[in-house]
């Protein structure tokens, strides 16, 4: 286990680590300035592939909490960084907003738009303008063996209210049923994503933390990346959850307010 003392960057799930729906958690903007009054740094990191930094950088701001867009990093970003490492310049047949298209046009992949011109990859991504015929051409790329990547594996994306739409591993489900076939998946709780934001920001695996309030994705990606995880109770997992479960963290807190009371201390 690392001591928190030396660790230099905390990433930070957004909601139910940092805000719960349209309200930010006690002591979390106070965290952010414990950490520049200790040297230390933050990177918001998100499964959610539907929108990009700049729209994050717009909710955050409504919130009250003014940074720098590249402070966010999503799982849309990190499946670039990932793939532009495999090939750059790719032929990328992908299922997404335009915001993620956005993303990958910028990170110079060719987006294939017509179902006669086989990509290198077919990239799932959190589609909320999703159609049959995307599904269609997408489930015929991969029964004839393009390499299949997703963002993220999440089933539901959480809304207002306690309640959820469907997300990325709903259709991960549905294109396995169909082609028979699972995709490679970058975000929370594999180490890609880990891997992708220590490479943007050049970081040292064992100076950065996971923070989160789910104990199967953000938790689990400390796990799977080797690096060190903080659960807070603030969200998803209440302490009789983390009692009864056996994916553990390196350090429990009752929210960001009491972690950064503790790196206040040190």
């Not at 990606?221 to 080797?226: E, F, H, I, V």
């Not at 603030?234 to 307010?257: L, N, Q």
Request: charged share 25%; net charge negative; with cysteine.
């Amino acid at each position: 286990m690392v001591d928190l003392k030396n660790i230099k960057c905390f990433l930070l799930d957004m909601d139910g680590t940092f805000y719960l729906g349209n309200d930010l958690i006690d002591g979390s903007l106070e965290f952010l300035d414990i950490l520049k009054d200790k040297n230390k740094t933050f990177i918001f990191l998100t499964n959610n592939s539907s929108k990009n930094r700049i729209a994050y950088k717009q909710k955050l701001m409504k919130l009250g909490c003014n940074v720098d867009e590249n402070r966010i990093f999503t799982s849309g970003e990190a499946t670039a960084i990932f793939l532009k490492k495999r090939k750059y310049g790719a032929k990328v047949f992908l299922l997404g907003t335009p915001l993620l298209e956005k993303e990958f046009a910028q990170n110079s992949f060719k987006l294939v738009k017509d179902r006669n011109e086989k990509p290198d990859f077919v990239v799932l991504g959190f589609d909320t303008t999703l159609t049959y015929e995307k599904i269609w051409t997408a489930c015929d790329f991969i029964r004839h063996g393009v390499e299949y990547i997703a963002t993220h594996p999440d089933f539901n994306c959480p809304l207002e209210g306690g309640n959820f739409m469907p997300d990325t591993g709903s259709m991960i489900e549905m294109i396995e049923a169909s082609t028979g076939k699972r995709p490679l998946v970058v975000g929370k709780p594999y180490k890609y994503i880990i891997e992708a934001l220590v490479e943007k920001y050049n970081l040292n695996m064992d100076e950065v933390a996971m923070v989160g309030d789910r104990l199967y994705t953000d938790i689990k990606t400390g796990l799977n990346a080797g690096i060190t995880s903080i659960l807070v109770l603030s969200g998803e997992t209440t302490k009789k959850m983390y009692e009864d479960s056996d994916i553990k963290a390196d350090y429990v807190f009752p929210s960001i307010k009491e972690l950064g009371q503790v790196v206040n201390s040190l």
